[in-house]
């Protein structure tokens, strides 16, 4: 079955800050892979996806995730976090089933 | 708006009543979804359908919890015989097709059984 694994379960940053999160799945096949956003009050919301080709993904608000096929892994990083990144991010992927997501990683971005 | 809507927002219900939590998907997305959100375990799948038909309950906890979708539209979602575990928000998503993952989700519900 697949599986998605989150590495931290809360990461606090002070504003300007290099951001990574760390994500892992289990699937030994192809894959479609997604981070997802929720903001404090508001609905899940697409951060960015892989589906093939460059492995190297451009999201909104300067997130950029990097699709690692021998890791398994699709990391999502920003070079400079804001106050307003403040956020639970969520890796999800799918493979042959519905999406399946992690636990999500809380991010708290302080000034 | 254009958005996946969900109603109600919030249910409080004593335990072992019945509930149902409702779902209108973007028009024209033809894949629903339903999800459960918990604290500290992120999103478990419950079930999806592809215009009326349910390919996928492998997600359904048990025999207490149904759902169906009609017209190719709406989805409501039923739990019997609610139970304390079952708090959590209930999240439904809609996709213009299965099979590629991009969600667009609501704002959820979000059950309290006491």
């Known amino acids: 079955a697949q599986s998605v694994s989150q590495h931290n379960h809360h990461v606090i940053l002070s504003e300007a800050a290099s951001l990574e999160l760390g994500c892992n799945y289990s699937?030994?096949?192809?894959?479609?892979l997604f981070w997802y956003v929720q903001y404090p009050g508001q609905h899940l919301q697409l951060l960015l996806k892989?589906?093939?080709?460059?492995?190297l993904v451009k999201g909104i608000k300067g997130f950029e995730a990097e699709f690692i096929k021998s890791k398994f892994s699709f990391n999502l990083r920003k070079p400079s976090v804001q106050w307003s990144d403040t956020a639970e991010y969520f890796c999800?992927?799918?493979?042959?089933?519905?999406?399946?997501f992690g636990k999500g990683t809380r991010l708290s971005v302080i000034a | 708006g254009a958005g996946v809507s969900q109603s109600p927002s919030n249910k409080v219900t004593e335990k072992g009543k019945d509930v149902e939590l409702r779902c209108d998907p973007i028009?024209?997305?033809?894949?629903l979804y339903w999800y459960r959100q918990s604290l500290g375990q992120g999103l478990e799948f419950l079930i999806y359908?592809?215009?009326?038909?349910?390919?996928?309950k492998s997600g359904l906890p048990s025999d207490r919890f149904s759902a169906e979708r009609t017209g190719g539209s709406v989805s409501t979602l039923t739990i019997q015989r609610t139970q304390q575990e079952d708090s959590a928000v209930y999240l439904c998503?809609?996709?213009?097709?299965?099979?590629?993952?991009?969600?667009?989700f609501g704002e959820g519900s979000r059950l309290t059984v006491l």
């Open positions: 998503a809609s996709s213009p097709r299965s099979g590629f993952g991009e969600l667009f």
């Open positions: 699937y030994g096949g192809t894959v479609n």
């Open positions: 892989y589906f093939s080709g460059d492995p």
């Open positions: 999800a992927v799918k493979g042959n089933t519905p999406l399946v």
């Open positions: 028009s024209g997305h033809t894949a």
């Open positions: 359908f592809q215009g009326n038909s349910a390919p996928d």
